[in-house]
């Protein structure tokens, strides 16, 4: 990496994406059969985590969906433990990440939301944070009594006013409410605790939360939509912003995208953190990494590589023939998301059938894959950083926590030593690992 790129590039930010014992939908048939069943399975995400606050990265992300699509189960480990538990526990297994969980706005309630986060906010120190999502998957509505899905304009409307309401309910106690004076025998002053009464299009919320402030204020807001909706929504309210994208111009073109919402918003551009997913296979040399890539990708049964890209990007595998392009039909009766788009464009520029599209695609729709050695990650790391392209990455460990141990004990030091990682953590709380918002506290217990 030339010294150009070094002397624009400013620091790095990094999520670990955790699921399961990996990104790559074979991971688990190259696994310790031993972390494939019971409370084995938390512990491979636990080590995981440990590796995130090894590397000094700024959180450990997981994602989530209030729904099964049953035929994933043929193919790969289905095992969707709620990710606020998950977070909950890793709390206390851990004491520097970040702790990101995905919960959905469209099936859940703004009261009982804040609650459970402001409680790991507490446990934790200040290092939960709330992966903002409307949920794409329309076989979740049957799972909360609803008839149908709502529509993709109505779930962000619902979204918006879901977070002024947890935010509200967040900041319903001041943050010097606690007096715990025990010889006047008063332990909060009542003046600083305000009911929120709210009353809005969707929701109608009348008291204030049962927990006093946490330690960052709020819990970090990310949000993982790249639509024009998600957009907006990530520039009204997102601390850091998961989005798939394939190069480099795209990346540039996003994030600039996110800034200009967020100065509509009356925000800081600089406030909002793009970090784009990055799945990665890596090795000593480039032979070795794609023998790894090899090793998963032989492993893949190329009926669910096609049926899988249908449910990622919102097609109903019903209208799908996979040895052709993508029909109209398919294409009319889809959800009108950014993946979506992707996929209709990736037919359009190419003619290739689903199926080939589908053996290409082996990530998430429209991201970035890497395989090589930590040298030629971090020179990518640096390239996106220092051109505009993103604030960092949202690693996709294809294996854990294997895949992440050599993130964390071979490129991270590469990294510290051109200035685009920490070497060591400054602040105790994720929203100060991030740069954001109030109160950010030093190691040494100031206020930043």
Excluded: C
């Amino acid at each position: 990496m030339t010294a150009e790129y070094r002397s624009r590039a400013p620091r790095a930010h990094f999520t670990a994406f955790l699921s399961g014992v990996g990104y790559h939908e074979s991971a688990w048939r190259l696994a310790d059969p031993a972390d494939l069943t019971g409370p084995a399975r938390f512990g491979v995400l636990e080590r995981a985590a440990r590796s995130a606050e090894r590397g000094l990265l700024d959180a450990a992300f997981f994602a989530d969906s209030p729904g099964l699509a049953i035929f994933r189960a043929r193919y790969f480990p289905q095992v969707g433990f709620d990710p606020l538990e998950i977070i909950a526990a890793l709390s206390r297994a851990t004491t520097r990440v970040g702790l990101v969980a995905t919960a959905s706005t469209t099936y859940s309630s703004p009261y009982d939301l804040a609650r459970r986060f402001a409680t790991i906010d507490h446990l934790s120190g200040g290092r939960a944070g709330w992966n903002i999502v409307t949920t794409r998957y329309a076989g979740a509505a049957g799972n909360f009594g609803l008839a149908a899905h709502p529509a993709h304009k109505d779930r962000y409307a619902r979204a918006d006013e879901f977070v002024e309401v947890v935010s509200r309910l967040w900041e319903s106690w001041d943050a010097d409410a606690v007096l715990a004076d025990q010889d006047a025998g008063v332990w909060a002053n009542t003046d600083l605790i305000r009911p929120v009464d709210f009353h809005g299009r969707f929701f109608d919320v009348s008291g204030a939360l049962t927990l006093p402030r946490s330690p960052q204020g709020r819990p970090a807001f990310a949000q993982a939509g790249s639509s024009g909706p998600g957009v907006e929504l990530a520039g009204k309210h997102a601390d850091l912003v998961f989005t798939a994208q394939p190069d480099i111009p795209s990346g540039r073109r996003f994030r600039d995208s996110v800034r200009a919402a967020a100065r509509r918003h009356g925000r800081d551009p600089g406030s909002v953190l793009v970090l784009p997913g990055v799945a990665f296979v890596l090795g000593s040399t480039q032979a070795e990494a794609d023998a790894a890539r090899a090793g998963l990708e032989d492993r893949v049964d190329p009926e669910f590589r096609w049926r899988n890209l249908a449910h990622n990007a919102g097609l109903d595998a019903a209208l799908i023939d996979p040895d052709r392009p993508l029909s109209a039909a398919a294409v009319a009766a889809a959800q009108p998301t950014s993946r979506t788009e992707d996929i209709v464009r990736r037919t359009e520029q190419t003619g290739k059938t689903f199926r080939q599209l589908a053996a290409e695609l082996t990530g998430l729709p429209g991201g970035l894959e890497f395989t090589g050695t930590p040298e030629q990650f971090a020179d990518l790391i640096e390239r996106w950083v220092a051109d505009g392209a993103s604030d960092g990455f949202t690693l996709q460990p294809t294996t854990l926590p294997g895949a992440l141990d050599l993130f964390a004990d071979h490129v991270v030091p590469i990294l510290q030593r051109r200035g685009l990682h920490r070497r060591e953590y400054e602040t105790t709380t994720l929203r100060g690992h991030l740069g954001a918002g109030r109160g950010p506290q030093s190691l040494a217990g100031r206020t930043a």
